[in-house]
């Protein structure tokens, strides 16, 4: 299996940005994407950002512009940097790597980190 570690949360003003990181490690399978999701009490897990194997990302509309996904050179950390946060980003940020185990794909997620902006 992999394992995941996110960090990087916390307490920032709207305009203002922070840097969310996430290492994974164990495990033998193929991971063919990576990103990050994030989760208000009320609403469902949303995709925010996603790296694919061959590089290509993805954002949601609400940031696109604003944050920006990254990997550093030998893939085992992704980052989020999230620029112009506003209060709408308040949400607990989960890591996510989709990997091929046993033949099909399986999401791992890391523990989550709280990212509060106030206005």
């Known amino acids: 299996q992999v394992q995941l570690v996110d960090s990087g949360g916390g307490l920032v003003r709207a305009g203002e940005s922070l840097r969310l990181s996430c290492t994974a490690s164990g495990g033998g399978s193929t991971i063919i994407a990576k990103g990050w999701y994030r989760q208000t009490p009320g609403k469902e897990r949303e995709l925010v950002a996603q790296?694919?194997?061959?590089?290509?990302?993805n954002y949601a509309d609400s940031v696109k512009g604003r944050f920006t996904i990254l990997r550093d050179y030998n893939e085992n950390t992704i980052y989020l940097q999230m620029n112009s946060l506003k209060p709408e980003d308040t949400a607990v940020y989960y890591c996510?790597?989709?990997?091929?185990?046993?033949?099909?794909?399986?999401?791992?997620w890391g523990q989550g980190t709280q990212v509060t902006v106030s206005s």
């Open positions: 790296i694919t194997r061959g590089g290509n990302s």
């Open positions: 996510n790597a989709r990997a091929i185990a046993s033949g099909s794909p399986t999401d791992y």
